[in-house]
């Protein structure tokens, strides 16, 4: 499986990205995906997380109400889509996928994650 991460630059505070993640290669009839992010010197979190079927999703609290994480199966392609971004989002946002079993389920920890993508690197200028 090959993941491969675009939509990252530099913005203003105050302003949005939309991050884009495309899978290829090996495919499952079931999984979820997740976008993580991580700033040099801390350990890498989890931003959001989408199921297969889309109804279940997941987000950090500093996130709420400002990211949203959505997907096109037909595409094999998830979105996240960031306003109001804060100099605090600066990282590089990360996207992963895990098979599931069911397809709406998944768990959100990162070591449930199997694949994993390059990372784009999001930085917000205060």
């Known amino acids: 499986v090959q993941l491969q991460a675009s939509g990252g630059g530099l913005v203003q505070a105050g302003g949005s990205l939309r991050l884009s993640c495309a899978a290829s290669?090996?495919?499952?009839?079931?999984?979820?995906m997740g976008w993580f992010r991580q700033v040099p010197g801390k350990e890498r979190e989890i931003v959001a997380a989408?199921?297969?079927?889309?109804?279940?999703?997941y987000y950090i609290d500093s996130v709420k109400g400002r990211f949203t994480i959505s997907r096109d199966n037909a595409k094999n392609t998830v979105y996240l889509q960031m306003n109001s971004l804060k100099p605090e989002d600066t990282a590089v946002y990360y996207c992963?996928?895990?098979?599931?079993?069911?397809?709406?389920?998944?768990?959100?920890?990162?070591?449930?994650?199997?694949?994993w993508g390059q990372g784009t690197e999001v930085t917000v200028s205060s």
């Open positions: 989408i199921s297969w079927s889309g109804g279940r999703t």
């Open positions: 290669g090996r495919t499952f009839s079931s999984y979820a």
């Open positions: 992963a996928l895990q098979p599931t079993r069911y397809r709406g389920s998944y768990y959100s920890e990162e070591k449930e994650f199997d694949y």
